[in-house]
Nanobody, 123 residues
Framework: QVQLVESGGGLVQAGGSLRLSCAAS????????MGWFRQAPGKERAFVAA????????YYADSVKGRFTISRDNGQKMVYLQMNSLKPEDTAIYYC????????????????WGQGTQVTVSS
């Protein structure tokens, strides 16, 4: 059973940056693809970014491409989301998630979730 704990959220002005972190437990962390999702008020949870087991491939939603960067440190069992040029529409609860697979295929493959961290971007 994996546990995922997010941190790094907060309040930031538009154009600013934040770095989210996700600490994972379990011996098989490096086996699985990891991802970030977000849920804005009144909306469904949406895919943001994913990274395969080795960190060699990354994937992004069109809305964050060029602004956000996902990375991982398998030795430390950590996943990161660097968010630059933040916009008010990026305001959401951000969730770290683990896939059933070692490479990214689809958002539906993510089945283990953290508790989320709030990101608020003011205009």
């Amino acid at each position: 059973q994996v546990q995922l704990v997010e941190s790094g959220g907060g309040l930031v002005q538009a154009g600013g940056s934040l770095r989210l972190s996700c600490a994972a437990s379990g011996r098989t962390f490096s086996t699985y693809a990891m991802g970030w999702f977000r849920q804005a008020p009144g909306k469904e949870r949406a895919f943001v970014a994913a990274i395969n087991w080795s960190g060699g491939s990354t994937y992004y939603a069109d809305s964050v491409k060029g602004r956000f960067t996902i990375s991982r440190d398998n030795g430390q069992k950590m996943v990161y989301l660097q968010m630059n040029s933040l916009k008010p529409e990026d305001t959401a609860i951000y969730y770290c998630a683990r896939s059933l697979l070692n490479y990214y295929v689809a958002p539906a493959d993510f089945r283990s979730w953290g508790q989320g961290t709030q990101v608020t971007v003011s205009s």
